[in-house]
């Protein structure tokens, strides 16, 4: 799936652009790519909230449904973005206090903080499909 997103209020993980491309390599993946379409090199992975925390709570504010233009489930996706706290890879986790939403029906994506700190452990496997290795 791949997919053109814009952030009316720019993207600040992508120092502040608006245009991005949101990439899922596999069906399957627990993480998708965000990059910038101006700069390809500025890229960000992140975590699909459903997968990564199958029950998690969260739901838009209604300024932001607003903003984005709607939201429907199977349309609109909530995303957490890899953090990697003091630069220690071993407390690598998908931080649940800085989110990005996306409606893929419209087009349109916003950045939302939350109150809640958290972090959701990673392991650099979970983003390869099965079988799959860094090389």
Request: net charge negative.
């Amino acid at each position: 799936m791949r997919a053109r997103i814009e952030f009316p209020a720019g993207m600040a993980g992508l120092d502040g652009t608006r245009a991005c491309v949101l990439e899922r390599f596999a069906e399957d993946a627990l993480c998708v790519t965000l990059e910038s379409e101006a700069d390809p090199d500025a890229c960000l992975l992140l975590g699909d909230v459903s997968r990564v925390a199958p029950g998690a709570l969260i739901e838009p504010g209604a300024g932001d449904v607003r903003q984005l233009g709607g939201w429907q489930d199977g349309e609109c996706g909530i995303f957490c973005r890899l953090g990697i706290p003091g630069g220690d890879p071993s407390a690598a986790g998908f931080d649940t206090d800085r989110l990005v939403l996306v409606n893929f029906r419209t087009g349109r994506g916003m950045e939302m903080e939350r109150r809640v700190r958290g972090m959701i452990p990673f392991a650099a496997s979970d983003a390869l499909p099965p079988g799959q290795t860094c090389s």
